[in-house]
C-alpha cells in the first residue's frame, strides 16, 4: 500500500503531549540516507510538521576517512542535493570527536585492562555505538525535538517498543502515521532516492565492524588491501579479537587465502584447525538399527 498524506500532526495523540512540552524548541530530523529516515523527511514535509534542521552522523574509520565507499558518497552527495532543493534545509553532517581507530587505541580507565586500549568493540555493550553515533547526536540534539525514522514494522524489537512508548523529546512520524518499511521504500523510489546498499552494491554501516558477516569480511579481504591491512594493524593493538568467534584478523586472512588458492572449502566444511594443515573429518554415517 502507497503511503497517502493525511494530516498527522491533527490526529496524532502526540500533538496533545507535544503541546504541553517546551514549545520554542527546535525540531531537528535526524537521517541515516536508509529509506526510513528519507521517507520520514516527506512524510515531515507533507504533513505540515515543524522542521528546523536535518543532521546527520558521519563515521569515520580513521581521521581523515569517512565509512562510505564512492558509490554510497556519491548517493548521499545527491540526496542532500535533493533535500535542500525540496525541503530547502541544508543537511548538516556532524561527527564525534574521534575517529574509529582512534577510540580504539583510546587507553582504558576502567575494568579489567585499565592502561590497555578499548580494542574492537565486543559484541555486546559496543564502546562504537555511543562513542561514534548516539554520543554525538545526542550531544548535538541536546533537550530539542528529534524526530526518528522508525517504521510502524520495523523488525527490530527494541526500536518497535521504542516507537510505541517514545521519549519526550522524539517523535516517530513513520509510526504516528502507520508507515511500513515497504510504503517508506516507495516514497523514496518516487523520490529517486534509494540507496545503493539496497541493491547489495555497497555495504551498508561500518566495514570494520564485528557484527558483519563472514562474505562480507571476505569481501573486504578480496577487494580492498588498504582497508585489511588496517584491521591487521587494529587487531594488533586489541586486546578483544575482532569477530565474536574470537579468530584473528591475520587468521582470516590466512582462511580466504587458503580459499582462494583451493586448498580450503568455503562453505560449512571449513574448520579452523584446517590452517594448520589439517583435513577435513569425513561425517561417519550413524548405522540403522
Ligand atoms: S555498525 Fe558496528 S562498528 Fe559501526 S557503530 Fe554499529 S556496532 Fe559499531
Known amino acids: 500500500m502507497e503511503y497517502r498524506p493525511t494530516k498527522c500532526i491533527e490526529k496524532s495523540e502526540r500533538k496533545k503531549i507535544m503541546e504541553n512540552y517546551k514549545s520554542n524548541k527546535k525540531h531537528i530530523a535526524c537521517i541515516s540516507y536508509g529509506k526510513d529516515s528519507l521517507a520520514m523527511l516527506e512524510v515531515i514535509y507533507r504533513g505540515g510538521l515543524p522542521l528546523d534542521e536535518i543532521i546527520t552522523c558521519d563515521i569515520y574509520a580513521t581521521k581523515t576517512e569517512n565509512i562510505h565507499d564512492e558509490e554510497?558518497?556519491?548517493?548521499?552527495?545527491?540526496?542532500?542535493?535533493?533535500?535542500?532543493?525540496?525541503?530547502?534545509?541544508?543537511?548538516?553532517?556532524?561527527?564525534?570527536e574521534k575517529s574509529f581507530e582512534q577510540y580504539l587505541r583510546q587507553k582504558r580507565t576502567k575494568g579489567d585492562h585499565i592502561g590497555e586500549p578499548n580494542g574492537f568493540p565486543l559484541l555486546f555493550g559496543s564502546w562504537c555505538i555511543s562513542k561514534l553515533k548516539t554520543g554525538p547526536m545526542n550531544k548535538y540534539i541536546g533537550d530539542n525535538i528529534q524526530y526518528i525514522g522508525y517504521a510502524i514494522d520495523e523488525k527490530n524489537s527494541n526500536r518497535r517498543e521504542m516507537g510505541k512508548y517514545p521519549p519526550m523529546n522524539t517523535i516517530y512520524p513513520l509510526v504516528d502515521e502507520n508507515i511500513t518499511e515497504e510504503m517508506a521504500m516507495k516514497v523514496c523510489e518516487k523520490l529517486d532516492l534509494v540507496s545503493p546498499t539496497y541493491r547489495g552494491s555497497c555495504r551498508d554501516g561500518c566495514w570494520f565492524c564485528g557484527k558483519q558477516g563472514l562474505d562480507s569480511i571476505r569481501?573486504?579481504?578480496?577487494?580492498?588491501?588498504?582497508?585489511?591491512a588496517l584491521l591487521l594493524k587494529w587487531d594488533k593493538i586489541s586486546y578483544t579479537r575482532f569477530t565474536p568467534i574470537k579468530q584473528t584478523v591475520a587468521a582470516y586472512g590466512k582462511r580466504f587465502e587458503?580459499?582462494?588458492?583451493?586448498?580450503?572449502?568455503?562453505?560449512?566444511?571449513?574448520?579452523?584447525?584446517?590452517?594448520?594443515g589439517d583435513k577435513p573429518r569425513s561425517r561417519k554415517k550413524k548405522k540403522k538399527g
Open 72 to 96: 554510497m558518497q556519491k548517493f548521499v552527495e545527491k540526496a542532500d542535493d535533493v533535500i535542500l532543493k525540496r525541503y530547502g534545509i541544508e543537511v548538516k553532517h556532524i561527527r564525534a
Open 219 to 228: 569481501q573486504i579481504y578480496n577487494t580492498d588491501k588498504k582497508k585489511w
Open 258 to 276: 587458503m580459499e582462494n588458492k583451493g586448498l580450503v572449502p568455503i562453505g560449512p566444511k571449513f574448520r579452523w584447525d584446517m590452517l594448520k
